[in-house]
C-alpha cells in the first residue's frame, strides 16, 4: 500500500469514528437514561440526511443551516416519539421494560424506514458536496473540505454535549435521573421532561451525523441499518450507556472497519464486527470502559 | 403448584381443545381447498408461524429477543441446501443436519451470553447474523452468494399435498415439545425467570441452565424449519438471513401475543395471505408489519391470544354463575 492509500484509509476510519461515535452516544443516553434498547437511531441518521437534502437542494439553503435544520427536525422527531408512543407505554411498564421498549424500537424502526421507501423511493438522493474543494496536507494528500467540515462538527456536536450534561442544570438533571431514577424525582427534577429532552438529544445525534455526511453518503431509505449495527458494536465495545467512552469506541470501530474493508473486502467488516464482540463479551463483558454506569443497568 | 397453573384463564382455553381443534382445522385445508394457490398460501403462513411460535418460546417464556433469528433459520436451510446438492445426502437427513447446525450455534451464541442480561443475547445474535449473511454472501464458492443456491425438492410429486402434511407434522411436534416443556417443572422456571431474573435465582432457579435450553431448542427449531424451508422454495439467498425477516417474525409473535406459544401461528395464517396480495407493494406490506408491531405493543401487549383469552375468560365466568 502506498502512502496516500494508507492515509486516506485513516482518514475515512476517522471520519466514520466521528460518525459512529454520535449515534452511539444517542444510544448511550437512551439506555443509560431511560433503559431503552433501541434499534431505531439508524433511521433518524436517514431522516436527518433527508431534511438536509431537502434543504439544500429544493430550498437552496446555506449548508450549515441545512444541518442545523437537519439537527431541529430530528429533535422534534424524538420529542414526538417520546411524547407519544413511549409515553404511553411507560404508563404500565413494569419488568419487561427492556424487551418492550427494544421492541417498540424495532417496531418503529421498521415504520421509519419503509415510511421513507414510500415517500421517496429506494433512490440515492445525494449532493455532489456542501462546499467542494480539497486541502492538501503533507504537500502530497488532499482531503475534501466536506470530509473535514463533517468530522469537525462531529467534534464540536459531541463536545458540546459533554460540556451541556456537566455544566448547566439540565444536563446534570439529566445525569441524575441516569444515575438514580426516583433520587433525581425526590430531588425535584420532572423526570418527563427529561426523558423528552434525552430522547429527543439521542434522536438528533443521529440526525446531525446523516446531515453532515450527506455529500459523502447520499439519502437513502435503508442508509440507516449499517450505522446503527456499528454504533451498537461502539457501545458493547465502550460499555453500555458511557458517553465518553464511545468516543473512543466509535474510533477503534471506524478504524477497523475502514482498515478491514481496505485490506480484506467487502463483507468482511461485519465478520470481524462479530468476531470483535465475541473478543469483547470473553475477555471483559462490561465494555472497555463500562463499570461506572453498570449500576443503572444492572437495576 | 397445579393449581396455581389452573387459576390462569388460558388453561381453560386449552381444555376446550383448541390447539386440537386447530391442528384438525389446518389439516382439512388441503382437503376442502382444490386450488393450489390457496394451499400455497397456507403452508407458507403454516411456515411463518411455526417459527413465530418458536421464537415465542424465547421472547415469551425467558425475556430474550433473538434478534438474529433469521440466520439460524437460514443456516439450516443452507446446511440442508449444501450437503444435499454437495454430497448427495438424503434431504431427511439434511433436515436433521440443518437443525444440528442451528443449534450448535444456538449453544455457542448462548456460552457466550447467556450469563448476561437479555440485551447482550439479542446484540451477540444479530451480530452473528450479519456475519453470516455477509458470509453466504463472499463466499460465492460454496454458498453461490447472490446468484443463490438451488436446492432439490424433497418430494418428487407435482403435488403441493406431501410438502404441506410434512409441515403440519414438524409444526405439531414443535408444539408439543415446547408446550410439554412449558407445562412440566422446567416451564415453571421458565415463567419465574421471565418474570423476574433476581426472585428465581433466589428461590434456586439456575437461570443460566434454563435460559440456555430455551434458547438452544429454540435456534434448533428455527434450524429445522429453515431446511425445510430449502426443500420446499427451491432456490436460497442470503437475503433469507437478513434482520427483516427476524423482526417480520418477532412481529408476527408480538401480534400474536407473546407468551401464548399458538398465538404467532394464528396471527400467520391470518395475516400471511393477507399480506400475499400486497405483495407488489412490499413497503406498505412491511408497513403494516411495523405499525402493527408498534400498535399491539403500545395499546394492548397481550396481542391475539390475549383478546381470545379474555373471551374464554368472559365465558367461564357466565358458566361460574
Redesign the interface.
Known amino acids: 500500500m502506498d502512502f496516500p492509500l494508507i492515509w486516506n484509509t485513516l482518514l475515512v476510519g476517522l471520519l466514520r469514528g466521528g460518525l459512529y461515535s454520535l449515534i452511539a452516544i444517542g444510544l448511550s443516553i437512551l439506555l443509560g437514561v431511560m433503559s431503552i434498547?433501541s434499534?431505531m437511531n439508524g433511521e433518524l441518521y436517514m431522516i436527518g440526511a433527508y431534511i438536509a437534502y431537502f434543504s439544500f437542494t429544493a430550498f437552496k439553503m446555506n449548508p450549515l443551516a441545512a444541518i442545523f435544520m437537519a439537527a431541529v427536525g430530528t429533535f422534534l422527531v424524538g420529542v414526538v416519539i417520546e411524547r407519544g408512543?413511549f409515553r404511553?407505554?411507560r404508563r404500565?411498564a413494569g419488568?419487561?421494560w427492556?424487551?418492550?421498549s427494544?421492541?417498540?424500537t424495532?417496531?418503529?424502526?421498521?415504520?421509519?424506514?419503509?415510511?421513507a421507501?414510500?415517500l421517496w423511493k429506494p433512490t440515492y438522493r445525494g449532493i455532489r458536496w456542501y462546499w467542494g474543494g480539497t486541502v492538501t496536507i503533507f504537500g502530497s494528500v488532499g482531503i475534501s473540505v466536506d470530509r473535514l467540515v463533517a468530522l469537525l462538527i462531529a467534534i464540536l456536536s459531541i463536545t458540546a454535549l459533554q460540556l451541556f450534561l456537566h455544566n448547566t442544570n439540565i444536563g446534570r438533571a439529566i445525569r441524575a435521573v441516569s444515575q438514580d431514577e426516583r433520587g433525581a424525582m425526590l430531588a425535584g427534577i420532572n423526570i418527563g421532561n427529561i426523558f423528552t429532552l434525552s430522547f429527543a438529544i439521542a434522536c438528533m445525534m443521529g440526525g446531525i451525523a446523516g446531515a453532515s455526511m450527506l455529500s459523502i453518503t447520499p439519502a437513502f431509505p435503508y442508509m440507516g441499518?449499517a450505522p446503527n449495527?456499528y454504533a451498537?458494536?461502539v457501545v458493547?465495545l465502550a460499555g453500555?450507556g458511557n458517553v465518553s467512552g464511545a468516543i473512543v469506541g466509535g474510533l477503534i470501530v471506524g478504524m477497523v472497519e475502514a482498515i478491514s474493508f481496505q485490506l480484506i473486502?467487502?463483507?468482511?467488516?461485519?465478520?470481524i464486527?462479530?468476531?470483535i464482540?465475541?473478543i469483547v463479551?470473553?475477555v471483559k463483558?462490561s465494555g472497555i470502559f463500562g463499570s461506572a454506569v453498570k449500576g443503572v443497568?444492572?437495576r | 403448584m397445579q393449581n396455581v397453573i389452573a387459576l390462569r384463564p388460558r388453561e381453560y382455553i386449552s381444555q376446550l381443545g383448541l390447539p386440537f381443534f386447530g391442528i384438525v382445522l389446518l389439516a382439512a385445508v388441503p382437503l376442502v381447498a382444490k386450488d393450489e394457490y390457496i394451499r400455497h398460501l397456507t403452508l407458507i403462513g403454516m411456515l411463518f408461524g411455526a417459527q413465530a411460535m418458536v421464537s415465542d418460546f424465547t421472547?415469551g417464556f425467558i425475556?430474550?429477543?433473538n434478534?438474529g433469528f433469521a440466520a439460524f433459520f437460514g443456516l439450516g436451510a443452507y446446511t440442508t441446501g449444501i450437503l444435499t446438492t454437495q454430497y448427495g445426502i438424503s434431504p431427511w437427513v439434511g433436515l436433521l443436519a440443518g437443525m444440528l447446525m442451528s443449534g450448535l450455534l444456538g449453544v455457542f451464541t448462548g456460552v457466550?451470553?447467556m450469563r448476561?442480561?437479555?440485551?447482550?443475547v439479542?446484540?451477540?445474535a444479530?451480530?452473528?447474523a450479519?456475519?453470516l449473511?455477509?458470509?453466504t454472501?463472499?463466499m460465492v464458492k460454496v454458498t453461490r452468494g447472490a446468484w443463490g443456491l438451488f436446492v432439490n425438492p424433497m418430494f418428487t410429486s407435482e403435488s403441493i399435498l406431501p410438502s404441506f402434511y410434512t409441515l403440519l407434522l414438524i409444526t405439531i411436534l414443535i408444539y408439543i415439545v415446547i408446550k410439554t416443556i412449558i407445562e412440566s417443572r422446567i416451564g415453571l422456571a421458565f415463567r419465574a425467570i421471565?418474570?423476574?431474573v433476581d426472585y428465581a435465582r433466589a428461590s434456586g432457579v439456575n437461570p443460566t441452565r434454563y435460559k440456555m435450553v430455551a434458547f438452544t431448542l429454540s435456534c434448533a427449531f428455527a434450524g429445522l424449519l429453515g431446511a425445510f424451508y430449502a426443500h420446499f422454495i427451491g432456490i436460497l439467498t442470503p437475503e433469507v438471513m437478513g434482520?427483516?425477516r427476524t423482526?417480520e417474525i418477532?412481529?408476527l409473535n408480538?401480534i400474536g401475543g407473546r407468551g401464548s406459544v399458538w398465538g404467532g401461528l394464528l396471527a400467520a395464517l391470518l395475516v400471511i395471505p393477507l399480506f400475499e396480495y400486497l405483495k407488489s407493494l412490499?413497503?406498505?406490506r412491511?408497513?403494516i408489519?411495523?405499525?402493527?408491531?408498534?400498535t399491539v405493543?403500545?395499546?394492548y401487549?397481550a396481542g391475539m391470544a390475549g383478546l381470545i383469552w379474555s373471551a374464554g375468560d368472559m365465558l367461564k365466568r357466565r358458566k361460574v354463575e
Open positions: 434498547i434499534m408512543p404511553y407505554m404500565r419488568e419487561d427492556y424487551l418492550n427494544f421492541l417498540l424495532v417496531g418503529l424502526s421498521f415504520l421509519l424506514r419503509n415510511a421507501v414510500l441499518t449495527n451498537w458494536l458493547m453500555l473486502g467487502e463483507g468482511w467488516p461485519a465478520v464486527s462479530a468476531v464482540l465475541i463479551l470473553v463483558p443497568w444492572e | 421472547i425475556n430474550i429477543s434478534f457466550l451470553t448476561l442480561r437479555g440485551l447482550y439479542s446484540i451477540m444479530w451480530f452473528m450479519l456475519a449473511q455477509a458470509l454472501l463472499v421471565g418474570m423476574d434482520t427483516q423482526v418477532i412481529a408480538v412490499m413497503a406498505i412491511l408497513i408489519y411495523g405499525a402493527l408491531l408498534v405493543m403500545v395499546f401487549p
